[in-house]
T-cell receptor, first 111, second 113 residues
C-alpha cells in the first residue's frame, strides 16, 4: 500500500485566493482526519469523517474552511479566501482502528 | 475534557546517553495512549501505543513507555540514543470509543555526538 497520499506537497498562494488540499486515504480505512500544524498552536484536529460523513468539525477555525469526502478514497480541504495566518502544514490521516496513519503533509504558504 | 501535557519543549542529550520524554494526561474515562515521532519534513509515524494489558510497551527501535494510571503518565524512555533519534516526539490520547486524538505540544529530542 502506498500509504496516505496528499497533494500538493507545497502550495504558495496569495492572500484572497482559493486553496484546495487533497487526500487519498489508505484503502479500507473508514476514518479520515485533517490536522493543521503550526509552531504557535502545534497539532490541531480540524475535522474528521467516518464512512465519508463528517463527525466533528469543531476544530475548523472559521467559515473560510470547508472539507468534503465525496467517496471513500478522496477528501478535500478548501480555504476560501486564504489569509497569511492560514500558512501551516496540513496533514491528512486515516485509520480503521486505533492507529492513525499520516500523510506527508501539504506545506501551505499564503503571501 | 481530555488534555495532554509535554512539559519539555526540547531535550538535548549526547549520543549513547539515556533519555526520558515526559507525558502526562488528564481524562475522566479510560484512554488509549500513543507516542508518535516526526522526522524533519515528514508526517507523523506511530512509535508505540498502549491499549490494554501490560503497562510497559516497547517499540522496535529500542524505545519503551510505561502507562502509570495513578500518576496519569506515559513517559517515553530509551537507554541509549542515537543521532538518528533526533526528531520531534508527540504524546497523544484518545478515549475507548473514539478515534479522535488529542496531541501534546511535542518534545524535540536533539541528540549530539
Amino acid at each position: 500500500d502506498a500509504g496516505v497520499i496528499q497533494s500538493p506537497r507545497h502550495e504558495v498562494t496569495e492572500m484572497g485566493q482559493e486553496v484546495t488540499l487533497r487526500c487519498k486515504p489508505i484503502s479500507g480505512h473508514d476514518y479520515l482526519f485533517w490536522y493543521r500544524q503550526t509552531m504557535m498552536r502545534g497539532l490541531e484536529l480540524l475535522i474528521y469523517f467516518n464512512n465519508n460523513v463528517p463527525i466533528d468539525d469543531s476544530g475548523m477555525p472559521e467559515d473560510r474552511f470547508s472539507a468534503k469526502m465525496p467517496n471513500a478514497s478522496f477528501s478535500t480541504l478548501k480555504i476560501q479566501p486564504s489569509e497569511p495566518r492560514d500558512s501551516a502544514v496540513y496533514f491528512c490521516a486515516s485509520t480503521s482502528g486505533s492507529e492513525q496513519f499520516f500523510g506527508p503533509g501539504t506545506r501551505l504558504t499564503v503571501l | 475534557a481530555q488534555s495532554v501535557t509535554q512539559l519539555d519543549s526540547q531535550v538535548p542529550v549526547f549520543e549513547e546517553a539515556p533519555v526520558e520524554l515526559r507525558c502526562n494526561y488528564s481524562s475522566s474515562v479510560s484512554v488509549y495512549l500513543f507516542w508518535y515521532v516526526q522526522y524533519p519534513n515528514q508526517g507523523l509515524q506511530l512509535l508505540l501505543k498502549y491499549l490494554s494489558g501490560s503497562t510497559l510497551v516497547e517499540s522496535i527501535n529500542g524505545f519503551e513507555a510505561e502507562f502509570n494510571k495513578s500518576q496519569t503518565s506515559f513517559h517515553l524512555r530509551k537507554p541509549s540514543v542515537h543521532i538518528s533519534d533526533t526528531a520531534e516526539y508527540f504524546c497523544a490520547v484518545t478515549m475507548d470509543s473514539s478515534y479522535k486524538l488529542i496531541f501534546g505540544s511535542g518534545t524535540r529530542l536533539l541528540v549530539r555526538p
